[in-house]
């Protein structure tokens, strides 16, 4: 149980191209979901919570505007990357928490490369 | 907020030897301890967790064990194997939406 799906799992766009992930807890409803993002061998870096039905809420220094997020079920967020820049280039992971629970289950994560 | 710190960065043992890695962290209303393995481009997989009314919790060769008073909480490898080599981070939480990760061990296994 607690399955957390992601994709795509790497994509390559253009400089100035918007990418979509999808992120989806397939066997539980996840109130909550987080998007984190990983450079090679750092830690997991908090870009934003997002409850279901209201705004995400960004950690200082992410750009709202940049990294747009949805969470419009209980079992799917998505991660726009807008007007992508080679600096954006990373691995994102995600991460549904089942209602109630303290628990993070992780995505497969998504390897972005902006050309 | 909550400031988490790990070591070591880097840890590398013999395999069949011991490996312990610790964490601390600064505020007392942190209550949840989860410890994540994470293997080279693959998602974190959370392998062991404890609670703050807990002082150690043991699962096969991993145990973590939690010194409130101190606020310090380790990880216990026992019996090292090769596949154990990862990277492990340690997250200490304050409530079930503020999740704080310490920077990562990466821990190599040598047969």
């Known amino acids: 149980g607690a399955v957390v799906s992601q994709h795509p799992s790497w994509v390559i766009c253009k400089s100035g191209t918007s990418v979509k992930i999808e992120c989806r807890s397939l066997?539980?409803?996840?109130?909550?979901m987080f998007w984190y993002r990983q450079f090679p061998k750092q830690s997991l870096m908090l870009m934003a919570t997002?409850?279901?039905?209201?705004?995400?809420?960004?950690e200082q220094g992410v750009e709202k505007d940049k990294f747009l997020i949805n969470h419009a079920s209980l079992t799917l967020s998505t991660l726009t990357v807008t007007s992508a820049h080679p600096e954006d280039s990373s691995f994102y992971i995600c991460?549904?928490?089942?209602?109630?629970?303290?628990?993070?289950?992780f995505g497969p994560g998504t390897r972005l490369t902006v050309t | 907020g909550e400031n988490v710190e790990q070591h070591p960065s880097t840890l590398s043992v013999q395999e069949g030897d011991s490996a312990v890695i610790k964490c601390t962290y600064s505020?007392?209303?942190?209550?949840?301890f989860p410890w994540y393995k994470q293997e080279l481009g693959k998602r974190p997989q959370l392998i062991i967790d404890?609670?703050?009314?807990?002082g150690e919790k043991k699962d096969q060769r991993i145990a973590v064990t939690l010194n409130k008073t101190a606020k310090h909480f380790s990880l216990h490898i026992t019996e090292t194997q090769p596949e154990d080599s990862a990277v492990y981070f340690c997250?200490?939480?304050?409530?079930?939406?503020?999740?704080?990760f310490g920077t990562g061990t990466s821990l190599t296994v040598i047969p």
């Open positions: 991460s549904a928490q089942p209602g109630g629970l303290y628990e993070q289950y």
């Open positions: 066997d539980f409803q996840a109130t909550t």
């Open positions: 997002s409850n279901e039905g209201s705004k995400a809420t960004y």
């Open positions: 505020d007392s209303a942190s209550n949840y």
């Open positions: 404890i609670r703050s009314n807990v």
């Open positions: 997250a200490a939480i304050i409530t079930g939406n503020q999740f704080y």
